[in-house]
């Protein structure tokens, strides 16, 4: 249809990396499709080659594939067996992600922030291993970028927040990525970005999609692409993520643990269990959710004003005071 190619080009020209677009309609349908097709690629190679490595705390999606590279168990056990020959590396720990990475990996699929695992970074070290590693042996590097892509963390995309090398304009990338959530403004629509060498083993028939690529959803995501992509844009995401973690920092309560994240993507951890204040944010009129037992997920609209930040902050900090 007319208006796929248009948001087909602006998001390959938006990564160095990215040659192809597949369009779908949620995140886990984007991880799933990014799963079979890192496997053709290394089946190319070596019909053995297909192990992957994710990270404990991640969430790739609900579908057999991705809740299979989805660490915690809640989402697991109620589906076993999953699909074999899947480890999981510590978050951040490049010993072990060196020991789980050989030449039978076909895979490696990491969320720049962790969302559902506790709003974890990877760090720098991590992601330039990973693209090291990958290189090194033939496998598929895939970043998951469904809830920390486009804007919500003050960047495009969150990998761009990662160069390759100190002081390079060069940045640590994938050969696939997927991305999904706010890409069609609300109307269902996800995606994978691909390398050329990706992209050419997948053959007539190895994948398709019956809604995915629709004129109104393509339509709806080049207008909110272009209005995310705005470097003006992007830097009111960054200046007010970072008065948001810097105001909840000076909140005076011995119960915040840490307070990270980037942009508009920011985990409050406390050293207690944070349903009892999530609910009592609710009934002041905000919404809020946990990742993990212990952390407040804060995930904004990025539109979000000063004034409205200002109450944010101010709700929490009563929750805090109040909350016995």
């Given at each position: 249809?007319?208006?796929?190619?248009?948001?087909?080009?602006?998001?390959?020209?938006?990564?160095?990396?990215?040659?192809?677009?597949?369009?779908?309609?949620?995140?886990?349908?984007?991880?799933?499709?990014?799963?079979?097709?890192?496997?053709?690629?290394?089946?190319?190679?070596?019909?053995?080659?297909?192990?992957?490595?994710?990270?404990?705390?991640?969430?790739?999606?609900?579908t057999m594939g991705a809740v299979s590279m989805t660490s915690k168990e809640?989402?697991?056990?109620?589906?076993?067996?999953?699909?074999?020959?899947?480890?999981?590396?510590?978050?951040?720990?490049?010993?072990?992600?060196?020991?789980?990475?050989?030449?039978?990996?076909?895979?490696?699929?990491?969320?720049?922030?962790?969302?559902?695992?506790?709003?974890?970074?990877?760090?720098?070290?991590?992601?330039?291993?990973?693209?090291?590693?990958?290189?090194?042996?033939?496998?598929?590097?895939?970043?998951?970028?469904?809830?920390?892509?486009?804007?919500?963390?003050?960047?495009?995309?969150?990998?761009?927040?990662?160069?390759?090398?100190?002081?390079?304009?060069?940045?640590?990338?994938?050969?696939?990525?997927?991305?999904?959530?706010?890409?069609?403004?609300?109307?269902?629509?996800?995606?994978?970005?691909?390398?050329?060498?990706?992209?050419?083993?997948?053959?007539?028939?190895?994948?398709?999609?019956?809604?995915?690529?629709?004129?109104?959803?393509?339509?709806?995501?080049?207008?909110?692409?272009?209005?995310?992509?705005?470097?003006?844009?992007l830097n009111h995401v960054k200046e007010s993520g970072e008065y948001l973690?810097?105001?909840?920092?000076?909140?005076?309560?011995?119960?915040?643990?840490?307070?990270?994240?980037s942009g508009m993507l920011i985990g409050i951890e406390l050293s207690k269990?944070?349903?009892?204040?999530?609910?009592?944010?609710?009934?002041?009129?905000?919404?809020?959710?946990?990742?993990?037992?212990?952390?407040?997920?804060?995930?904004?609209?990025?539109?979000?004003?000063?004034?409205?930040?200002?109450?944010?902050?101010?709700?929490?900090?009563?929750?805090?005071?109040?909350?016995?």
């Amino acid at each position: 249809n007319e208006w796929s190619v248009p948001i087909a080009k602006r998001l390959v020209n938006s990564c160095n990396f990215a040659d192809k677009v597949f369009f779908c309609n949620t995140g886990a349908e984007a991880c799933e499709a990014a799963f079979k097709m890192s496997r053709k690629v290394s089946k190319a190679i070596d019909p053995e080659k297909i192990d992957v490595v994710a990270f404990k705390g991640s969430f790739h999606g609900r579908t057999m594939g991705a809740v299979s590279m989805t660490s915690k168990e809640i989402y697991r056990n109620p589906f076993t067996p999953l699909v074999s020959g899947i480890q999981f590396a510590k978050m951040n720990d490049i010993d072990d992600v060196k020991r789980l990475i050989t030449d039978r990996t076909s895979a490696v699929v990491i969320e720049p922030i962790q969302g559902e695992g506790g709003i974890n970074p990877a760090s720098l070290e991590l992601l330039r291993t990973l693209r090291e590693l990958c290189t090194k042996h033939n496998a598929s590097l895939i970043f998951d970028e469904v809830q920390c892509g486009l804007g919500r963390t003050g960047h495009l995309w969150a990998h761009h927040a990662y160069p390759l090398t100190d002081g390079s304009d060069d940045v640590v990338e994938p050969d696939i990525m997927t991305f999904a959530k706010p890409i069609a403004g609300g109307i269902p629509m996800g995606g994978i970005l691909m390398t050329k060498h990706v992209a050419q083993q997948i053959k007539k028939g190895d994948h398709g999609t019956t809604f995915g690529g629709g004129p109104l959803a393509c339509r709806a995501a080049t207008v909110v692409f272009d209005e995310i992509s705005n470097p003006d844009f992007l830097n009111h995401v960054k200046e007010s993520g970072e008065y948001l973690k810097e105001s909840i920092r000076n909140i005076d309560s011995d119960i915040i643990v840490d307070v990270r994240g980037s942009g508009m993507l920011i985990g409050i951890e406390l050293s207690k269990p944070v349903d009892k204040y999530l609910k009592y944010v609710q009934e002041k009129g905000f919404l809020m959710i946990s990742a993990g037992e212990n952390v407040i997920r804060l995930a904004p609209p990025l539109v979000m004003t000063r004034e409205e930040q200002t109450r944010v902050v101010n709700v929490i900090s009563d929750a805090l005071y109040e909350v016995e």
